[in-house]
């Protein structure tokens, strides 16, 4: 079992940059593949971005590539989200995932963090 904790969410403009991180305690941390889930007001969660067990393999929705940056660090427990290029489509509760053993291309979430806001606004 994997306990997960979401930090770095809060207010920026349009254009800007946050960084989120999700630090996870208990299981082996290298056992899991990580990815992050996004929910807006009014819709479904969806999946944003995943990476593999030893980080050498990542993924992305096709709305975040090329601005958003999935990374861990496997000694440090922790895994984290880069977004850059905002845009006022990205607010929601980001939420981090792990999936034991999983595969990162298709990644089942086993546990979920309670999730950090992220709001831009226009």
């Known amino acids: 079992q994997v306990q997960l904790v979401e930090s770095g969410g809060g207010l920026v403009q349009a254009g800007g940059s946050l960084r989120l991180s999700c630090a996870a305690s208990?299981?082996?941390?290298?056992?899991?593949?990580m990815g992050w889930f996004r929910q807006a007001p009014g819709k479904e969660r969806e999946f944003v971005a995943s990476?593999?067990?030893?980080?050498?393999?990542?993924h992305y929705a096709d709305s975040v590539k090329g601005r958003f940056n999935i990374s861990r660090d496997n000694a440090k427990r922790t895994v984290g989200l880069q977004m850059n290029v905002l845009k006022p489509e990205d607010t929601a509760v980001y939420y981090c995932?792990?999936?034991?053993?999983?595969?990162?291309?298709?990644?089942?979430?086993?546990?979920w963090g309670q999730g950090t806001q992220v709001t831009v606004s226009s």
């Open positions: 208990g299981d082996t941390f290298s056992s899991y593949a």
């Open positions: 995932a792990a999936n034991l053993w999983g595969y990162y291309m298709r990644l089942v979430p086993d546990y």
């Open positions: 990476i593999s067990w030893s980080g050498e393999g990542t």
